[in-house]
């Protein structure tokens, strides 16, 4: 049994390498074929920062598991007593995980991250300067199955952190179940596979946090057991990640147009409408349809043409040709790179272009040079 929280460590830490190599991989990309700054999404001024924390959101959520399931389990071998320093270090760790699910989630659901502030994280930080600065020079390690605790302060205080660390993660996920109920309820459409599998991953995760606030709070003997589901929620993760990438793709799509739909009843929102549109070219592709116009998009957006318009024009500094353009110069330039099967003929229809003369001439201005030697010049590189 002390083996459950060492494998919950290797699950989380393999998940939080993965996240890491796909946010280089998407960073590296998106220098390679990034839209001009005035029609990227993520280049309208200081309004929407992209930052550290919220490129790695998902990396440091698996790695503070990781920390967090190697201290449970250096307390159950009694491990901890060789390297007593690091008693307390999984303190920390809680207090991060509800913020960063929470940021997490947002950025699933397309959301803005200036809406969970640096108080969020506060108690994280304050706990690391307690922990180490306040610890006494000698105190007893508190073992995680004793019946007996050396109740000096010091030990209390930890275990009162503890407490608040879970019950906070609880609040934390019960916040995001309560947002999407309230999604798909306020949704006509049919209930995708993808909400409810969220909603029964959402909803065991609540479950979990639930055994470790009884645990902490009433009845510890139930600890190793909701050890095993911490770590069986991984590995579900893990195996979503793998082999049903479907799935997450459809949740975030569906999120984030209930995000949208929500924001729409308020009134014009130009950055939900800003996150929309990046949405639907990037996700869902629009700029394929060689019969995309302003007008099929405006209504997809709820919104007139000469909004659609003047937004494109005040905000991204681009005509909505030239914007939808954009798009799929980059697809051309992926598929040339990616598809040497395919001729550049049928580059040209397979990226939404429905005009070679006008594909040629674009492309050359974009990359400054033909399709032809854009094609040879990266075989020989």
Known sequence: M???P??????????????????IQRGTKK?????SPNSSIN?????????FLDRYITTFLFLSLTILQLHIYAELTKGIGSYPFFYGIHIPCILLLGPLSYLFFEEMSGGEFSRIRFLHFLPSFLSVFYIFLFRPESFVLP?????????????ISISILLGIGVVS?????LSIFIRVIRWKLASRESIESSFLSFLFLLLYSLLVMLLFVLAQLVFMQIFLFACASLTFLLVVVLI????YREIIFNFKTETRLARYKESRVKGLDIMQILKRLDDMMNLEKLYLNEDLSLATLAKRLDLDSHQLSEILNSRLGSTFRNYVNQFRLLEAANLLLERPDMTILSIIYASGFNSKSSFHKLFQNRFGDSPQNYRSKSKAN
Not at 9 to 23: N, P
Not at 43 to 51: A, M, Q, T, V
Request: aromatic share 16%.
């Open 31 to 35: 220098k390679q074929t990034s839209l």
């Open 169 to 173: 993660i609880f609040c934390y996920m």
């Open 43 to 51: 280049s309208f001024g200081n309004k929407f920062p992209i930052g």
């Open 2 to 4: 002390n083996l459950i």
């Open 6 to 23: 060492f494998m919950g460590a290797v699950v989380a830490f393999l998940l939080a390498v993965s996240y890491w190599m796909e946010t």
């Open 143 to 155: 073992s995680i199955d004793s019946e007996t605790h050396d109740h000096n302060s010091y030990t």
């Open 240 to 243: 979503l990640k793998m082999n």
